[in-house]
């Protein structure tokens, strides 16, 4: 199949079998995606027979720590890289925050870093904070208009000093997809690390982390139909610049050292169910006979979510185009952009809009979405915030179109 079964998409999530969520369209997917049955079923099988000390000497403890390595190998399998380049934290805030703390432990005053301000707080604040111990942050400056990143711009800030550059490979309010590749080829050209935000990103389908060239690249497990887990690639030549920020006796641990807490092990075992899930649709649509490589079968499974969400998002953009009570925030392309749609409405606070919406079955968001940094640079008053909608594949044609006649009556 070369188009995305939605019917059978939707079969494999509980939520769309709920009498309470029963004809309500969700449309706050950049803030938390539903869960997949999978994943609840390595939960409640952990939960039921290995919820004890992994990694030991009895049947239920040994497959305990099977099912977590498992996770883990699985994990860089689909973003082809090495499974001692992947780890996993309670969340993508704290392992930023401990990122910071193993970097400024190398770090000189004399240093200087690169931070976008087109970043989501989980990406931004950790850094910013570095400045009080003497680091000096220079701030990649987003189009005041359009929300967008200038790679010339980096071009002009970039010196001998950049130790690393921190961008957002999908912005949670701007929604366009950012080149990083062009961006890591910059990085790698003056001798710098590139630390890649994929949190908004990654539930359109999980990227090659090799192809892009990101020497850290991160995401929240629970927007990509998950548990509540941060996934962490650090590539093994950025390692050199980080420190322990373990227990002393586990640094030498690829899964371990940048964990200061003991990981929550039911998890990162249920995290398999993530890739048991795009297994099971990648059986569904692909003859598996001639497929052998993980690399192929996870690009594939990408490539249906997006072509899904492209065609979704046309309506929704022409909409908004056409519509002047209101500023959609980043591009009017649906090729361009992930389908995670900002706007400020000209007459009616966000707060309504989002309550109208409502009424009309449409579950959606407003707020500054911890993304106060764009805001400001954008000229909005993070307090009054914008209306978000975000969607994912398993959103239908008929969601979509029930979306844009409420939009047309609201605003």
Not at 229 to 236: A, F, W
Request: aromatic share 10%.
């Amino acid at each position: 199949m070369e188009k995305l079964d939605v019917e059978f998409v939707r079969s494999q999530f509980p939520a769309f079998s709920e009498d309470k969520l029963n004809n309500k369209a969700f449309f706050e997917n950049a803030g938390g995606s539903y869960m997949c049955k999978q994943v609840i079923e390595r939960f409640d099988r952990y939960f039921k027979q290995r919820k004890v000390q992994p990694y030991g000497f009895y049947e239920a403890s040994e497959l305990a720590g099977e099912e977590m390595d498992s996770a883990r190998k699985r994990m860089a399998q689909y973003l082809n890289v090495n499974t001692e380049e992947v780890l996993f934290g309670p969340s993508t805030s704290q392992n930023t925050y401990v990122l910071a703390q193993s970097f400024l432990e190398q770090m000189s005053k004399d240093d200087e870093i690169i931070v976008s301000d087109q970043e989501h707080e989980a990406n931004a604040g950790s850094w910013h904070k570095m400045a009080n111990k003497g680091i000096k942050v220079i701030v990649w400056e987003i189009d005041k208009d359009t929300g967008s990143l200038d790679t010339n711009d980096l071009k002009n800030l970039i010196s001998a000093k950049t130790k690393f550059i921190a961008v957002t490979h999908c912005s949670n309010i701007v929604g366009e997809i950012n080149n990083i590749k062009l961006i890591s080829e910059i990085a790698h050209s003056n001798g710098s690390l590139l630390i890649v935000d994929g949190v908004s990103f990654c539930p359109h389908g999980l990227p090659d982390v090799n192809e892009l060239g990101a020497d850290i690249y991160f995401f929240s497990a629970y927007k990509t139909y998950g548990p509540h887990q941060g996934v962490m690639v650090i590539r093994e030549n950025a390692k050199g610049a980080l420190t322990n920020q373990s227990h002393f006796f586990n640094s030498n641990y690829s899964d371990k050292f940048m964990v200061p807490a003991g990981p929550d092990h039911a998890q990162v075992a249920a995290c398999n169910g993530i890739l048991d899930y795009f297994d099971v649709i990648h059986e569904h649509h692909f003859s598996t006979n001639d497929i052998n490589s993980q690399e192929i079968k996870s690009k594939n499974v990408a490539k249906l979510f997006r072509d899904h969400e492209i065609k979704l998002l046309k309506p929704v953009l022409d909409f908004f185009r056409s519509n002047n009570n209101c500023r959609l925030i980043g591009p009017g392309d649906n090729v361009l952009r992930a389908p995670t749609i900002a706007f400020s409405p000209k007459n009616k606070n966000p707060n309504k809009v989002a309550s109208e919406l409502n009424k009309h079955n449409i579950m959606a968001g407003a707020g500054d979405f911890y993304a106060v940094r764009p805001l400001k640079a954008l000229g909005i008053d993070p307090d009054v915030g914008v209306v978000r909608l975000s969607f994912v594949h398993y959103t239908s044609e008929q969601e979509v179109s029930n979306l844009v006649n409420a939009l047309e009556k609201i605003l």
